[in-house]
């Protein structure tokens, strides 16, 4: 069975068809299965399901879930083919539940079931890679769309949490890999080429939300027109001293871009091919209120250094603002189009009182 590369492969033994399929897989190819996490996955179901329970009654519990089913079985078996192994998880409905249990009631039940029909799309897979992966966590999310066409490189190690062993593989397979690892139930889609003209309407279809997290001046033009098109809120996640952008383009009275800092005519050209320029360069940044140390480096960028410096504590924090910022957007919040600094720096120089 020929599955995508960043995609796990599930069969539900409860499933007759499932089962068979499992059955038939097993025998064309080497797949190891790790059942062993089965049960206590299962106990941590009873338990946040049935907290005034004994937890020895799970055993009972599971045997009746099993006998219930059509085949006698119970579980899912996800295949990782990157990893060539497939472990036996809790079905679906059980597995988020345990996996979001811990959520409530920062998010209650009614919003985790109303987010998880949402859906996002994040542009670049480097800052936004932790941003896809605190969406993914929180499973704020049901879909993911997913766009770059870079692949990682040794310096990107300073804030893609990601492996040596994926030096030179695609930035969007090793994120899309790593929420199968956390969540396979969640579904993502990729877009290997970047995010382009060809590719927009696909990209942006169905989404409730999209986050900007690139640097490719064009890709945050072609962003911008297409959110304003559908009406769909988008978030810029800039990290230095905590930048975020909350576009709200789904609001009738938004009549501009990015606050009123681009015009339609600039954003045209720009998504035509046009290149930075310290004007838009000052309306996505605004170079005025760069850190002391982004200020410097800027002007080192071609010189002494390769580019934009960043740091993965702040794209860390940066990632959790942007999420927290896209949860309440999807949950119909109240959030205003604003530019918004959280500079912990900054706070950290002031002696706070206890």
């Known amino acids: 069975m020929a599955a995508p590369s960043h995609r796990a492969v599930k069969f539900i033994l409860s499933n007759p068809s499932g ?51 059509p085949t006698g079985r119970y579980g899912t078996v996800v295949w990782y083919p990157w ?28 919003e985790q079931q109303t987010l998880s029909e949402k859906s996002v799309g994040v542009v670049g897979m480097s800052v936004g890679r932790s941003v896809a992966l605190a969406l993914a966590m929180e499973r704020i999310v049901g879909r993911l769309h997913l766009a770059d066409a870079d692949t990682l490189e040794l310096s990107n190690l300073n804030r893609i949490p990601a492996s040596v062993f994926e030096l030179g593989a695609s930035k969007l397979v090793s994120a899309a890999r790593a929420i199968a690892e956390i969540d396979p139930y969640l579904e993502v889609e990729l877009w290997p080429s970047g995010f382009a003209p060809e590719v927009m309407s696909d990209f942006l279809g169905g989404l409730d939300t999209v986050v900007d997290a690139c640097d490719d001046p064009a890709a945050k033009a072609l962003l911008r027109l297409g959110a304003r098109d559908r009406r769909m809120p988008l978030v810029m996640e800039t990290n230095d001293r905590g930048l975020v952008d909350i576009e709200r383009y789904d609001l009738e009275e938004t009549e501009d871009f990015l606050h009123g800092r681009l015009t339609a005519e600039q954003l045209t050209e720009l998504a035509g091919g046009g290149a930075w320029t310290p004007e838009l360069l000052d309306a996505f940044v605004d170079l005025s209120a760069i850190s002391d140390r982004a200020r410097e480096s800027l002007n080192e960028v071609g010189k002494t250094l390769v580019g934009w410096p960043q740091l993965h504590s702040d794209v860390a924090i940066g990632a959790g603002i942007a999420a927290t910022a896209i949860r309440r957007l999807l949950l119909g919040e109240d959030l205003a189009d604003q530019r918004i600094r959280f500079d912990f720096n900054e706070q950290l120089s002031i002696a706070h009182t206890a």
């Not at 996955?41 to 089913?69: L, M, N, Y």
């Not at 079905?91 to 811990?102: D, H, L, P, Q």
């Open 19 to 69: 089962l068979d399929a499992w059955r038939a897989f097993s025998r064309e190819t080497h797949a190891p299965l790790d059942a062993s996490l089965m049960a206590g996955q299962w106990r941590e179901w009873f338990k946040c399901t049935h907290p005034g329970d004994p937890v020895g009654e799970s055993t009972a519990a599971f045997s009746a879930r099993e006998g219930s089913s």
């Open 83 to 110: 990893r060539q192994k497939a472990v036996l998880l809790l079905e679906e409905a059980e597995f988020i539940a345990v996996r979001t249990n811990r959520n409530r009631n920062k998010i209650r039940g009614d």
